[in-house]
């Protein structure tokens, strides 16, 4: 089987040779049958998952949590094994996996609408946090500070949404500070915000908590941090496998890193999705 490592070089920059080096010498020590490609801006990801859809291998996503999403998008349905590299700045899948996962797992997906995630989808201040571009794509913030300076500052700009949330035949028409949709454990570089979510169990979780003052938001995120919010009365959780969000007005997702801005999502989990590759060895040797 090849392994086959896509390099997101928008994101890796300078660091991109120092990367191919380490790639190269690691393969050939575990004795890979491996190829690297790189994508540029006249050649995407895209055009780099399309060469490999109709074999089998071992495709892996080199960086962030969001290049791992777009490769499991352009392997979904394929024979194609999901691997990774953590990258980038979160790498909150790769905490997920030191938890709970094997070297070879098939993992629950979820679709929403349709895009695929295996992490977390959020509504709310959280995707708001997330897809805040003036920190979290600047380069002048250490990557292990960006969520907590975008956090910082959409805090005090944030307004409780309006949005309708059905599940498990119950609609909810309210405000909401936040809605996360859960497959796996972690987002926002580190915030536990599933501590009991599992990519095999064919279920997602969902939390939600309505209208908030700033205060009670604030103790909130004191609370996702540690990973011990599903104890305040603020917050919901049910664990379903189907939902629905809908709001009068577009409103802002962000899936693994990646934003979508829709007035619907329709949100399932796909049992089995994917099978996911974690090779602890190679990342070490890869990382080091």
């Known amino acids: 089987m090849k392994y086959v490592f896509v390099i997101n070089s928008f994101t890796i920059g300078d660091r991109l040779d120092k990367l191919v080096k380490k790639i190269e010498k690691t393969s050939k020590k575990l004795k890979l049958d491996y190829v690297i490609e790189i994508n540029n801006k006249n050649y995407s990801t895209e055009d780099i998952l399309n060469k490999y859809k109709d074999g ?5 996503a080199v960086g962030g949590d969001g290049m ?17 590299i953590p990258y980038g700045t979160g790498n909150d899948l790769y905490k997920t996996a030191l938890r709970s996962l094997d070297e070879l797992t098939k993992c629950d997906i979820v679709k929403i609408n349709d895009r695929y995630f295996i992490n977390v989808a959020c509504f709310g201040i959280d995707a708001e946090v997330a897809n805040n571009n003036n920190y979290m794509n600047s380069k002048y913030i250490p990557k292990n500070l960006k969520y907590i300076f975008s956090l910082i500052d959409t805090f005090f700009k944030y307004k409780n949404r309006d949005m309708k949330l059905i599940i498990n035949d119950k609609t909810i028409d309210n405000k909401f500070a936040t809605i996360a949709v859960c497959n796996a454990s972690f987002y926002g570089n580190g915030f536990m915000i599933g501590p ?27 609370k996702l941090k540690r ?16 939902l629905t969000i809908e709001s009068l007005s577009s409103i802002n997702c962000n899936i693994d890193g990646e934003l979508l801005c829709d007035n619907k999502f329709n949100i399932e989990v796909i049992k089995n999705g994917i099978t996911l590759y974690f090779n602890k060895e190679l990342i070490k040797e890869i990382l080091k």
């Open 56 to 60: 089998k291998n071992v495709i892996m």
């Open 196 to 222: 009991n979510s599992s990519v095999t169990d064919g279920l997602i979780d969902v939390y939600y908590a309505k209208d908030l003052t700033k205060w009670n938001i604030l103790k909130l995120i004191l």
């Open 68 to 84: 791992i999403n777009r490769v499991l998008n352009g392997i979904v349905n394929t024979k194609n094994i999901l691997g990774f």
């Open 227 to 242: 990973g011990k919010h599903e104890s305040s009365k603020d917050i919901t959780k049910i664990k379903t496998e189907k």
